[in-house]
């Protein structure tokens, strides 16, 4: 971890400096972690590695665009960076419609983005971020600058680490699309009701951070995917 002199000026407050405090005593968990998700993500590439060349040649012949959707996230320290994802959408999806998906029909999601989503199968490149130490497999799930625009000063506390691919917000919120298209104004829901919740649910996982958690957390990710599917 940078010293908290370090850190942005924006998280150099009270409220971040309770948990930077905390996960300065977690050090061998984060090194465990981290060594935990670098395992994970080479043996998921290797085994994932024709799977995703497939899908990457079936997005490009059933649309135009490219296969990859790089959209910018807020990472750790606040540094931006492009997710890696496969591309669900129709080209230029930002500009027909919003940042967030709304309903589980989005008419901007292309046919095998549909299944693609349901099945959690365009998450998978995002093993290249985390290869490259801009992601984790489990943590706060990255969000566009706009509404990291929205944090509060202590839900800046989730920048001190790196976002995840997966975590116990994600889980909760798995319809989070569904809740989104039932509200008159999606962007207002998420960003008074939907966010707040979600960045409570990631300050509690910064103290229980363990290894053993996010196995227990990806274990429950890969049942919520092989139920539903």
Not at 191 to 220: A, F, G, T
């Amino acid at each position: 971890m940078k010293k908290f002199d370090q850190l942005p000026a924006r998280l150099q407050n009270d409220a971040v400096r309770a948990y930077y405090d905390i996960l300065a005593h977690k050090r061998c968990s984060l090194f465990f972690k981290r060594f935990f998700d670098l395992a994970v993500a080479v043996c998921v590439g290797i085994v994932m590695l024709l799977p995703m060349l497939v899908i990457g040649v079936v997005i490009k012949c059933t649309s135009a665009g490219p296969v990859f959707y790089r959209q910018v996230r807020v990472g750790r320290y606040g540094q931006e960076f492009r997710i890696f994802k496969f591309r669900t959408m129709v080209q230029n999806a930002d500009q027909i419609g919003g940042q967030i998906t709304v309903g589980d029909r989005d008419p901007r999601i292309t046919g095998v983005g549909y299944f693609l989503r349901k099945t959690r199968l365009d998450e998978f490149p995002q093993v290249l971020n985390i290869l490259c130490g801009q992601m984790c497999l489990i943590g706060a799930r990255p969000e566009v600058p706009k509404y990291v625009q929205q944090y509060t000063d202590e839900m800046l506390a989730t920048l001190l680490l790196a976002p995840g691919i997966s975590g116990e917000a994600s889980l909760r919120f798995k319809n989070e699309n569904e809740l989104l298209a039932a509200s008159n104004d999606p962007e207002q829901c998420y960003i008074q009701q939907v966010l707040p919740e979600k960045m409570r649910i990631n300050l509690e996982y910064l103290l229980k951070l363990s290894v053993w958690y996010d196995i227990k957390l990806l274990v429950q990710t890969f049942i919520v995917i092989f139920k539903h599917h």
